[in-house]
């Protein structure tokens, strides 16, 4: 007797995998891939849509087919700020441009001067001013760049719902991919920014859902049921949010580290604004304060830096062992921030490291009290790659005394939101217990 089972897509930046869950959320089956990027028209590296396309057609026809398991429902996660545009037939006509590049200055002026300034844009969007990362800028961009090109473009699908209409060739709108610091969401009235309808940017939508939709069923004799995707950051909320009731801050680390507080309502200010904290909608439409933080990217990259100086591996610092001579918060570097730190002031890697840390930390602290003030929370769940760094972890007890610090173990909560977000189309068992598993860390 095959075992019920859902199947999910949960796509990175970088790794793509494709995840196979039972009725009570356990792991039966678990792929990943990198694929080679490519480059758009004007030579910025960028995801390989038609590669991206061939792996999911590809990875749904082998998985449905296997006689020890019955896929009753598909979902997808995904990162977020990009777009496939799409024309009457359903073919992607762009690249699927990286949310990175460049946007032009020009352009920008013209935005902003056309509909109020800067300030205003971000506190009615609650979205920091970041040029492509506001994926609807990456719209406005094609209307005067590529003015036919925009012309033929029939629905502009969030990457989460371009996967799922690979299978169902159905169009949607996610409220989590809207709400994500996109420019294109009126967070006091709770609809398209007025901006969005002027320009004529809402007709390229598809209809709008909160992200327990079923988008419909795919496009072959099986007939399974399919969502519609959601972007991963809210995604990754879900678990926690069925878990635990009690007011929390959830630090998700990554190549970004985003704090997210679904239990902070109080509006964005300019200044907030300015460091870089937004507003995310969640799978069901609520408001989730966030602010973001770099740091995955600035650890990977000053830990290559590091390695080159001291002639060792880049996975070294895996096996550095927490150090409290070197682990004092009040400590400072000579220099700004570490990037700028002189190699040759440290007497070896495991010092040097220990500072790269205390200062990730510090970024961290003030970018997390952005979410935190105003609200009664008193947990910190912190997931992904810094929640099995030892020495983050007991850095980050030190400069939060008056918190609780645990880190959260949690096999692929993105994809495992992904899969709680349509439970009930799938799945007659209640919502699994006992998913996540805490370690706290205590002030040394």
Not at 148 to 173: G, N, R, V
Not at 303 to 316: E, G, P, S, W
Request: net charge negative; proline share 4%.
């Amino acid at each position: 007797m095959p075992l019920p089972a859902i199947l999910i897509f949960d796509v990175g930046k970088t790794n793509k995998k494709v995840l196979v869950f039972d009725e009570e959320y356990a792991l039966l089956h678990e792929e990943s891939i990198q694929l080679e990027e490519t480059t758009d028209e004007d030579g910025f590296p960028c995801e390989n849509v038609d590669a991206l396309t061939n792996w999911v057609r590809q990875k749904f026809s082998e998985i449905l087919i296997r006689r020890e398991i019955e896929i009753r429902a598909i979902n997808f996660s995904a990162y977020g700020a990009s777009f496939v545009h799409i024309d009457k037939m359903g073919n992607a006509i762009t690249p699927l441009y990286n949310y990175l590049k460049p946007f032009p200055e020009n352009l920008k002026r013209q935005f902003y001067d056309t509909y109020g300034g800067e300030d205003l844009i971000a506190r009615e969007t609650a979205s920091p001013v970041l040029g492509s990362l506001n994926s609807g800028m990456q719209l406005y961009r094609l209307k005067y760049e590529q003015p036919d090109l925009f012309e033929k473009i029939k629905y502009s699908l969030h990457l989460p719902q371009y996967l799922s209409f690979i299978l169902t060739t159905t169009p949607a709108t996610d409220i989590s991919s809207v709400g994500c610091h996109t420019n294109l969401w009126d967070f006091t009235n709770n609809r398209y920014h007025d901006w969005v309808n002027k320009e004529g940017l809402d007709k390229k939508f598809g209809p709008l859902y909160n992200g327990n939709k079923i988008a419909g069923n795919t496009n072959d004799q099986y007939k399974v049921q399919v969502g519609i995707g959601l972007h991963d950051s809210s995604a990754a909320m879900i678990p926690y949010l069925s878990s635990f009731h009690d007011p929390f801050v959830l630090v998700s680390t990554g190549t970004w580290c985003i704090s997210l507080n679904p239990f902070n309502r109080t509006t964005l200010t300019s200044e907030e604004l300015k460091q870089d904290c937004l507003c995310y909608l969640s799978y069901d439409g609520s408001p989730v304060k966030a602010s973001r933080l770099f740091a995955g990217h600035q650890h990977e990259q000053q830990v290559k830096r590091l390695a080159a100086h001291f002639q060792i591996t880049n996975d070294y610092y895996q096996v550095v062992g927490f150090d409290a001579r070197h682990a004092d918060p009040s400590r400072r570097l000579s220099s700004d921030s570490f990037s700028n730190a002189d190699l040759s002031d440290f007497n070896d890697f495991d010092e040097a490291y220990h500072y790269l840390l205390l200062d990730i930390v510090r970024q961290q602290v003030i970018s997390t009290n952005l979410v935190l003030q105003n609200t009664s929370a008193k947990k910190i769940f912190v997931d992904g790659g810094f929640a099995r760094n030892n020495i983050y972890m007991k850095m980050l007890a030190n400069a939060l005394p008056g918190l609780e610090i645990y880190a959260a173990t949690i096999s692929q909560a993105s994809a495992l939101g992904a899969g709680l977000a349509i439970h009930k189309s799938w799945n007659n068992n209640p919502w699994p217990a006992g998913i996540i598993e805490l370690k706290r860390y205590t002030n040394t």
